[in-house]
């Protein structure tokens, strides 16, 4: 580090010479000098008071619910915003980074010969450039055409139950979703049409035809078969287990659990739909995913996050999150009248959640009015009617330390004011 900045202040006082009496004024230059020698620049005006939300008037809020995009997502760990810091002190090829922090994170990930990765703007963008990889084979008057299919194929196949919001990511390309329900839909839809096989991961339930089974399937029909699994992880494995079972292409949030920069997702899967998704990706000008910009410091704070997240002691976590929902747990049972109990879902979200429910006769709330004025209390506290069950449901994986007690005050004076 010494070494990197003697030679760049060296450098610099090299360009004085050469720019001396140029229009810029000595003193931005010198700024400029000082922000490459890796001091830790002091904030003035917007961002000094530490908070520069609540200098915009915006107000934070205590997450209860998870890793919601709607919320930030999830928090970066430290030591990731120094990486993307550095990052951001040298220019460097976009596309010579992604296919070098790919490669890493596949080794990271043990994946298999002839699998890499993409760092991408996020799951939604995997979805869309893996699959806009996938109808133009990287072949340039194609990319630049989408999305008018004309010359390409045209259809997705998947399951009813799996469609959801985030299949926009796919139809943005032009394509048609064919929905099928039964094996024999399924055969009688496949034709030569059809680009791929999309699954979605939290779905796998619902839908008749499984997780491990689809890409048999898709081998069969001799089709390409994507899984989106953005918010599977934990567990950690799920970011192995897909591209195992036979999938060609699975999709992950950089910015959930998995705690990368909140504009970072991953596209994992063989080496050459990889390689075409990022022609079709930025930041190649003349293409559908120009929009879905990556910058260099995602990229790398990917990296580092991948990094962190396989290092973690998951069961360590996982255990401190049920401990942090117990204290709230105690606290909320002192209260007449109120009930909590435990549950994990199955995926999407697969950490400790409580249902906190009340007896209607001795506390007059329901769980949308609860949720509301915790929402306006202050400190603002995040928390929904959950899941498909009564009363409010929480999480606690995204508290930050000390929020699960004031979770816990907040929540019982508030059943205790609406005792009758
Ligand atoms: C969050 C999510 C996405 C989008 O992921 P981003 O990383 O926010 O782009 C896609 N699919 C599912 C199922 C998700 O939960």
Sequence with gaps: MRLN???????????????????????????WNRGAAREPAPVSGFGRTGNPYEELGVTTVINCEGTMTMLGGSLPHPELESVMTMAGRHFVSIPELEVAAGKR???????????TTLVTSGAAAAMQSGLAGILTGGKEPLIQQLP????????????????????????????????????DQL???????????????????AGQIKVDEWPRLAKQYN???????????????????????GFDLVTFSGGKAIRGPQCAGLLIGRKDMVAN???????????????????????LGMVKALELFLAEDHEALAKEWQDRL???????????????????????????????????????????????????????????????????????FMLQPGEDK?????????????AV
């Design 5 to 31: 900045s003697k030679w760049n202040r060296r450098s610099f006082l090299g360009s004085v010479a050469i720019i001396a009496g140029s229009i810029l004024a000595p003193r931005k230059l010198f700024s």
């Design 105 to 115: 994170i596949a080794e990271m990930l043990k994946l298999p010969e002839g699998y």
């Design 148 to 183: 008018d299919l004309a010359g390409m194929k045209s259809e997705v196949i998947i399951q009813k139950t799996h469609r959801n919001p985030f299949d926009h990511q796919l139809r943005s390309t032009g394509i048609k979703l064919i929905e099928i329900e039964t094996r």
């Design 187 to 205: 055969r009688a839809a496949v034709n030569e049409r059809t680009a791929m096989m999309h699954f979605t991961n939290f779905a796998n339930a």
């Design 223 to 245: 089709l390409p078969c994507m899984n989106d699994a953005a918010a599977d992880t934990p567990p950690v494995s799920h970011l192995w287990d897909y591209t195992n079972m």
């Design 277 to 299: 998704a990022l022609l079709n990706n930025s930041p190649h000008e003349d293409t559908l995913g120009r929009s879905q910009k990556v910058g260099k410091e995602e990229i």
């Design 326 to 396: 117990e204290g709230i747990s105690r606290e909320l049972n002192r209260v007449p009248g109120v009930s909590t109990s435990f549950f994990v879902p199955d995926i999407a979200n697969h950490v400790p959640h409580m249902s906190i429910t009340w007896n209607a006769d001795r506390i007059s709330l329901t769980p949308e009015q609860a949720s509301k004025l915790l929402r306006s209390s202050k400190p603002s506290i995040v928390i929904g009617s959950g899941e498909g069950r009564p009363g409010l449901a929480m999480n606690s």
């Design 406 to 418: 004031i979770v816990a005050a907040q929540l019982s004076r508030l059943m205790r004011e609406h």
